[in-house]
């Protein structure tokens, strides 16, 4: 009885602490003013202010990417702390080794720690490969629309209310905001967060030209044209070097695999006759 009420007191602290962790990291940004408070470093503050704030546009920008919101993040923030702390107990209530005590510990206290940041760089690719795999589809629409005489708002409003099917959410919405930045604030302003928000190297080089298109004169619908081959060239050599690492990969799973297997089913009744030759 009194080794229950240990574990569960064990457990309660556990789950405390890991809550006192996220606390700490959500209000970590005040002590800073209790060091000003303190001994009031007007100088210390300020360069302490620039720093956390450095960090958190850069956070901002990761979740803009990922596709996440400062809610979703403390959610899955939340579920990593109490996935962690519960294999933290695991071994408490089980009565494990002290081998696997100290590596569940350990992996309880990396879960707490990095899981919600490698979760955060996964969105993250995956957000960027899914923009990059409808950006040839996109550029071609725009492109068959300002061949037609449209002009550029005209031709994004078409294409991201009329391709919904063809086209995914994710860049469908990036489209809507360069937009009405581009009514906006302009075309230099709109075209930096739009590589900004995507973190697309194919995006980051349309943007590019696109600024530097309103400064030479050079037609929007020509760099659209120059962007869309280089990028349909791109995936052709993405193709052409998987199709040339396949024997590769098929040759490694095959000694990994298949030869152990065929190596096997010989080498048994072999051995099987030296051992029992009168079977």
């Keep these: ?26 209000i970590r940004y005040k002590h800073y003013k209790l060091i000003e408070y303190i001994f009031q470093l007007d100088n ?51 009565d494990m080794g002290q081998l696997f005590t100290i590596l569940l510990v350990i992996i309880g206290m990396g879960i707490m720690g990095l899981a919600p940041f ?26 068959i629309i300002l061949e037609g005489g449209g002009g550029l708002n005209n031709a994004i409003d078409k294409v991201t209310s009329d391709a919904t099917e063809v086209l995914g959410k994710d860049l469908i919405e990036e489209s809507k905001i360069f937009k009405y930045e581009f009514i906006t604030y302009g075309n230099e302003v709109a075209c930096r967060n ?51 690492t396949m024997n590769i990969n098929i040759t490694f799973i095959m000694f990994l695999f298949i030869l152990p297997a065929v190596i096997a089913m010989v080498a048994f009744p072999m051995a099987a006759d030296v051992l029992m030759p009168g079977f």
Excluded at 54 to 82: P, W
Excluded at 119 to 134: H, V
Aim: proline share 1%; charged share 25%; no cysteine.
């Design 1 to 26: 009885m009194i080794g229950g009420l240990a574990l569960a007191l064990l457990f309660v602290s556990i789950l405390v602490i890991g809550f006192g962790i996220f606390w700490l990291i959500k």
């Design 44 to 94: 210390a503050n300020s360069v302490m202010n620039k720093v956390e704030n450095s960090k958190k546009a850069e956070f901002k920008v990761k979740l803009t990417r990922a596709g996440l919101t400062r809610k979703e993040f403390n959610e899955i923030l939340i579920a990593s702390v109490l996935a962690g702390a519960s294999i933290i107990a695991l071994p408490f209530i089980l």
């Design 118 to 143: 490698l979760y955060i760089d996964e969105q993250m690719k995956a957000r960027i490969k899914r923009i990059d795999n409808d950006l040839a589809v996109f550029i071609d629409l725009l492109i």
């Design 194 to 244: 739009l590589a900004s928000r995507t973190g697309s190297e194919a995006i980051a080089s349309i943007a590019g030209f696109m600024r530097l298109s309103e400064e030479t004169g050079i037609g929007v619908k020509s760099v659209f044209e120059n962007q869309a081959v280089e990028i349909k060239q791109n995936e052709i050599l993405g193709i052409e070097k998987k199709a040339a």
